[in-house]
């Protein structure tokens, strides 16, 4: 098998914020019954996570992403066997168990006006989103996924196959000189 690679391998803006590729992170879309979720939760390790928040437990993180919804994040060579033990734990019951993770990018967007240079590029309300928490959303013209791991920092996430534009747009808004009045 070859070495992972992402979309944009090495990419990084500086501007009045930082933009940076974080390069392969492990995936695991999980759909079920919310006690079918709870259950493949315990398996992963972290508590399962109420609405639109981000729950972690050493390496492995579970993010909500709809009420049917919840996406494991993890290292990139341990999610096909994460996943496998999740399915395992969820046997018979109903529920879909994918690995996502080239299927994916993450951009990390960091500084003390990091917020900024989302709110240039999504709907969703930047006040609103506390630390530890996701949003679904745009960002400009495509799907995406936003959430704050720490304060000042920002993870976007989005389809692997939008990467590049996706980067374009957050090192297009974090340009110097380009901060919100």
């Given at each position: 098998m070859s070495d992972p690679i992402s979309a944009t391998p090495d990419a990084r803006y500086q501007g009045f914020a930082t933009v940076a590729d974080t390069g392969p992170r492990g995936m695991i879309?999980?759909?079920g019954e919310p006690a079918t979720l709870a259950k493949a939760a315990k398996t992963a390790g972290p508590d399962m996570p109420k609405a639109r928040a981000v729950t972690g437990k050493g390496d492995v993180s579970l993010a909500w992403m709809s009420p049917d919804e919840i996406l494991v994040l993890?290292?990139?060579?341990?999610?096909?066997?994460l996943a496998d033990k999740i399915e395992k734990a969820l046997g018979a019951e109903h529920s879909l168990v994918a690995v996502v993770?080239?299927?994916?990018?993450?951009?990390?967007v960091e500084g003390d006006k990091a917020d900024q240079v989302l709110r240039k590029l999504t709907p969703a309300d930047m006040d609103a989103l506390g630390q530890g928490e996701m949003r679904r959303t745009r960002i400009a013209q495509t799907a995406g996924g936003i959430w704050s791991p720490a304060p000042g920092v920002y993870e976007v996430m989005c389809f692997r196959s939008v990467g590049q534009y996706v980067f374009d747009l957050l090192a297009n808004a974090a340009k110097s000189g380009s901060e919100l009045a």
């Open positions: 879309m999980v759909r993890c290292d990139y060579a341990a999610a096909p066997a993770s080239d299927a994916r990018s993450v951009f990390r």
